[in-house]
Nanobody, 121 residues
Framework: QVQLVESGGGLVQPGGSLRLSCAASGSIFSINAMGWYRQAPGKQRELVASITSGGSTNYADSVKGRFTISRDNAKNTAYLQMNSLKPEDTAVYYC???????????????WGQGTQVTVSS
């Protein structure tokens, strides 16, 4: 199976920056896409950004121009550079990986444990 390890969360002032990392490991045959979701208290989990194996990206309207997702395919690692952070960005951020394990016929969604991002002065 596939395991995801997240890092990079923390406390930052409004206007500051953070960089999240997500490393996928295990019996991976292929990864179709990786992405970041977030969930704030009392809110639904929402897609923040995603990137396919070919490099195509997608962003939530609320983060366009401020966040950048990237991927190191050789390391099976995705990154989320978050700039100009706002208090409304405060949430638990979850890494997601859509991948096929070795000897599997299907792709599955795997999730990281989540990392807290708090934007406050």
């Amino acid at each position: 199976q596939v395991q995801l390890v997240e890092s990079g969360g923390g406390l930052v002032q409004p206007g500051g920056s953070l960089r999240l990392s997500c490393a996928a490991s295990g019996s991976i045959f292929s990864i179709n896409a990786m992405g970041w979701y977030r969930q704030a208290p009392g809110k639904q989990r929402e897609l923040v950004a995603s990137i396919t194996s070919g490099g195509s990206t997608n962003y939530a309207d609320s983060v366009k121009g401020r966040f950048t997702i990237s991927r190191d395919n050789a390391k099976n690692t995705a990154y989320l550079q978050m700039n100009s952070l706002k208090p409304e960005d405060t949430a638990v951020y979850y890494c997601n990986c859509n991948a096929a394990a070795k000897f599997s016929f299907s792709n599955y969604d795997y999730w990281g444990q989540g990392t807290q991002v708090t934007v406050s002065s």
